[in-house]
């Protein structure tokens, strides 16, 4: 079940949302890199979550893009 607020937001603002996602994914997973260089071992931290709300905004994409029957 999704939100109102959610459901209520355009295609263009999904993608949006998901641009930023993937940047700051990018970023955590540079960081993380790095900390493993220098480290020699690494967590998982944020990745998974960044991970389940990029899946949950192409779903919500993928939604608006249905045909409505």
């Known amino acids: 079940m ?3 607020a959610i459901a209520s937001l ?3 603002d999904l ?4 641009k930023l996602l993937g940047k700051e994914f990018t ?6 890199s790095v900390f ?4 020699g071992y690494a967590h998982d931290g944020d990745s ?9 905004v192409r779903s ?6 249905m045909p409505k029957w």
Do not use: G, H, P, W
């Open 27 to 32: 970023q955590l997973n540079e960081k993380r």
């Open 48 to 56: 998974k979550v960044l991970l389940r709300l990029m899946e949950a």
């Open 10 to 12: 355009s295609d263009s």
């Open 2 to 4: 999704v939100s109102k």
């Open 36 to 39: 493993k260089a220098k480290n």
């Open 15 to 18: 993608s949006y949302l998901e």
């Open 60 to 65: 919500q994409k993928k939604i608006l893009t």
